[in-house]
């Protein structure tokens, strides 16, 4: 099979969607294969997989850019399994409005509309939950830099109180939104710290969010897709 140009030779999702269906409809399984193939980078089933990324979900097809809600109906419909986690993830980023489009190709089957938004609401529960331990219980550190928020020496105990509260309001600023990716507390910690709270951060992200992917929002482990 002839790859695509650009874009991970990936091409636009009203090209894209078509040529799945017809490949898998006659059985062409080489070139259905080699469609499915180059879907694996932006819809990654393992967290190295994830964080090597450098194009994620739908913005692999380029210009114009599908609803997610529309890429997730595709795979659900030609059983693209790998992908149906993190396609799920990204429609769940929409919120409910998105999530719940009547626009064409767009509507979700109730059941699976249903497991996404209470996925995504256990999700930034967790992160919640877990940021406030970042900030107030793994990181309670004293730091040598004088710019930096956890300096001691510079903020008494009800200012580095209230430095913490300003770090966890960060870290749950960003429950809020797509809490798989990273985050940067440059502006408000010194390296040091920041790479501590980067780590901590990380370790949530990965235990809390992707191992539990799958079954938050409506599969079985990361074994059965």
Not at 8 to 21: G, H, S, W
Not at 73 to 97: D, I, K, W
Not at 190 to 199: D, E, Q, R, V, W
């Amino acid at each position: 099979m002839t790859r695509f140009p650009a874009r991970n030779m990936v091409p636009e999702f009203t090209v894209f969607a078509p040529l799945l269906r017809m490949t898998t409809k006659y059985g062409l399984s080489a070139a259905r294969a080699g469609l499915v193939e180059d879907l694996k980078a932006a819809y990654p089933a393992k967290w190295e997989d994830f964080e090597a990324a450098e194009v994620l979900g739908e913005d692999v097809f380029g210009s114009p850019k599908p609803h997610p809600n529309a890429v997730l109906n595709l795979f659900l419909e030609q059983r693209v399994r790998f992908a149906l986690p993190f396609a799920a993830y990204r429609a769940g980023l929409g919120g409910p409005s998105a999530l719940a489009s009547d626009k064409p190709g767009t509507i979700l089957p109730r059941l699976t509309l249903a497991s996404i938004i209470h996925g995504m609401g256990e999700i930034r529960r967790a992160m919640t939950h877990a940021a406030h331990g970042i900030a107030y219980i793994g990181n309670l550190r004293v730091c040598s830099e004088r710019a930096c928020l956890l300096n001691a020496g510079i903020n008494p105990t009800e200012r580095r109180m209230e430095a913490l509260g300003r770090i966890s309001d960060v870290l749950v600023k960003k429950s809020e939104g797509d809490v798989l990716s990273s985050l940067s507390l440059g502006n408000l910690l010194c390296t040091s710290c920041a790479k501590l709270m980067k780590n901590g951060h990380r370790d949530c992200r990965r235990k809390l969010v992707w191992a539990r992917l799958p079954g938050l929002l409506g599969w079985e482990g990361w074994e059965g897709v």
